[in-house]
C-alpha cells in the first residue's frame, strides 16, 4: 500500500516510497482518489484552491457514471440529493418535441438512473466518502519534474517528491503542458450562462433534462429539486457582448416557461463562462505519470459527458487493478481502453454544438426535420455507446 507524501516548506525534499499525488480534486481527481482507496491504494490529492467551492449551477451525471459510482457504493446517496432524469428532450424554442430520449430501458438494464443534481452536493459526497485529510488544499502545482521520482513544486514554494503522479488538473492541465505533448485548445465561440433558481416549475418537467434549440442560441433546464431548477443558456459568441445581455430580452422568442425560469434568478448568481474542448490527443500517460479527465479529454459540453467521462477514467483505472497491483502498470492499458470513446465525445460533442447553433432560417428548417426524424435506432446506438462502460 502507497504511503502520503509529506510536505516540507521551502524546498526540502523528503523521498518516501510509492506514493501516489494526484493533482486537482475536481470530479475527476476525487473520483480517482475515491476508487484508488477502495482497491487499497491511498494517495494524496492537492488542489490548487484554498477550499472546496461549489460552483453555483447543476450538473447531469449520466447512467455510465452513475454505474461508476454504483461500483463505489454512493449511487443511492447521489440519487437522493439529486433528481432522477427519465428522460432527455430536445426541441424547439417554444418547446415542441424535436427529439425524445426515453432513458427508462437503461435504469431497468443497470439500476442506476440519470441524476440531476447540485455540484455542490455532489463535491460534498464524494469529499465525505474520501475524507479530508486526503485532499491538501491551497497547494497549486506550478511546475513538475520528472528525475527518479517526479519532483512538485507548488506555488507556495513547497515541494514535494513522489513515485506517481496522476494530472485531474483540468483542462488547462500543468501537468498535460510541462510533461506532454503541445496540445491545443479548440474554441467553438460559443458563451454559455448557467443559474439555479427557486420555481414552481409544471410537474410535467419534473424528470426531464429539456433543451431548446432556436436560432444561434439554445437553454436547457432540468430541475434537481422539488423546487430547484438548474439551467443553461448558450449562444454563439460573435457579434454579441455577453455582459451586456439582459436574457430575458435575449431569449423572448422562447417558451414562457424559459422566460420565467431566467426571470426567477438572480443576475449575480449567473455565471457566464467561454467553452472550450481539448483537440484530441493520443498520449494520456507515460511511465509513471498519467492524465485523467478534463487533462486528458476536455469535451465541450453538448452531450453532457464532460465530468461522465472523468469519472470512467477513475473507473477503467481501478478495474484494472483488480488484476495488476502496481498502479504505474494499469496507465497503458488505461489509455488503450479510455481513448475511443473519450474522443467519440469530444467529437461527437463538437458536431452537436455547431448542429444547435445554426443561424441560417433553411439551415434550421432542415435541422429540425431532421431530429424530428431521427430514427429511434439511431438514438440508441448513440446512448447504448455511451451508457456501456466498456
Ligand atoms: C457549462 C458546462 C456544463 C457542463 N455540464 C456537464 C454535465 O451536465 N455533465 C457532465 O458530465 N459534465 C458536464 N460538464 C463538464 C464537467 O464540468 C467537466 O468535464 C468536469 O468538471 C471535469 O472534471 P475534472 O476533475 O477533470 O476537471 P476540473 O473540474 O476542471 O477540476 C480540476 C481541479 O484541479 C484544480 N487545479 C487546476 N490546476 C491546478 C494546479 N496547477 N494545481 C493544483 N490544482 C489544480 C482545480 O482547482 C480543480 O479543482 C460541463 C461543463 C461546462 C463548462
Redesign the pocket.
Known amino acids: 500500500m502507497a504511503s502520503s507524501p509529506v510536505i516540507l516548506p521551502f524546498k526540502l525534499i523528503v523521498k518516501m516510497k510509492r506514493t501516489v499525488s494526484i493533482?486537482?480534486?475536481?470530479?475527476?481527481?476525487?473520483t480517482t482518489a475515491l476508487t484508488l482507496k477502495q482497491k487499497g491504494i491511498k494517495s494524496i490529492v492537492?488542489?490548487?484552491?484554498e477550499e472546496?467551492k461549489s460552483v453555483g449551477?447543476?450538473?447531469?451525471?449520466?447512467n455510465n457514471?452513475m454505474q461508476v459510482f454504483k461500483e463505489l457504493g454512493i449511487h443511492h446517496k447521489i440519487e437522493k440529493a439529486g433528481n432522477k432524469i427519465s428522460y432527455m428532450k430536445i426541441k424547439d424554442e417554444q418547446l415542441n418535441n424535436l427529439n425524445v430520449i426515453d432513458l427508462r430501458v437503461y435504469e431497468q438494464k443497470y439500476g442506476v438512473r440519470n441524476t440531476?443534481i447540485h455540484r455542490g452536493e455532489l463535491q460534498k459526497i464524494l469529499i465525505d466518502e474520501l475524507g479530508l485529510d486526503h485532499i491538501h488544499l491551497s497547494?497549486?502545482?506550478?511546475k513538475i519534474q520528472k528525475s527518479e521520482l517526479f519532483k512538485l513544486t507548488?506555488e507556495d514554494n513547497s515541494t514535494i517528491e513522489s513515485d506517481i503522479v496522476i494530472g485531474?488538473?483540468?483542462?488547462?492541465?500543468?501537468?498535460r503542458d510541462q510533461l506532454f505533448e503541445k496540445s491545443t485548445l479548440r474554441n467553438p465561440n460559443q458563451i454559455?450562462w448557467?443559474g439555479i433558481c427557486e420555481t414552481d416549475l409544471p410537474q410535467k418537467y419534473h424528470n426531464e433534462l429539456n433543451e431548446a434549440w432556436g436560432k444561434g442560441k439554445r437553454f436547457g433546464f432540468v430541475k434537481i429539486s422539488d423546487k430547484k431548477v438548474y439551467w443553461?443558456a448558450l449562444a454563439n459568441s460573435k457579434n454579441i457582448q455577453p455582459d451586456n445581455i439582459n436574457l430575458v430580452d435575449y431569449f423572448s422568442d422562447f417558451h414562457a416557461d424559459i422566460i420565467n425560469i431566467i426571470s426567477a434568478t438572480k443576475k449575480e448568481q449567473t455565471i457566464l463562462?467561454d467553452?472550450f474542448d481539448l483537440k484530441p490527443i493520443h498520449k494520456w500517460q507515460s511511465e509513471n505519470i498519467c492524465l485523467?479527465?478534463?487533462?486528458a479529454h476536455?469535451?465541450t459540453?453538448n452531450l453532457?459527458?464532460?465530468?461522465?467521462?472523468?469519472?470512467e477514467d477513475a473507473y477503467v483505472l481501478g478495474q484494472l487493478l483488480d488484476n495488476e497491483p502496481a498502479i504505474e502498470n494499469t496507465f497503458k492499458p488505461y489509455e488503450n481502453l479510455r481513448r475511443k470513446k473519450a474522443h467519440t465525445i469530444v467529437n461527437t460533442s463538437w458536431t452537436v454544438g455547431k448542429m444547435a447553433h445554426i443561424e441560417n432560417g433553411f439551415g434550421i428548417w432542415l435541422r429540425n426535420l431532421a431530429m424530428k426524424n431521427m430514427p429511434k435506432s439511431f438514438n440508441k446506438k448513440q446512448m447504448d455507446m455511451i451508457f456501456n462502460l466498456h
Open positions: 493533482i486537482g480534486a475536481g470530479i475527476g481527481g476525487l492537492f488542489e490548487g484552491s472546496i449551477a447543476g450538473i447531469i451525471i449520466a457514471a440531476a497547494k497549486r502545482l506550478f507548488f485531474a488538473d483540468g483542462i488547462k492541465s500543468v501537468v454559455c448557467r443553461y463562462s467553452i485523467v479527465g478534463d487533462a476536455a469535451t459540453p453532457g459527458q464532460g465530468a461522465c467521462q472523468a469519472i
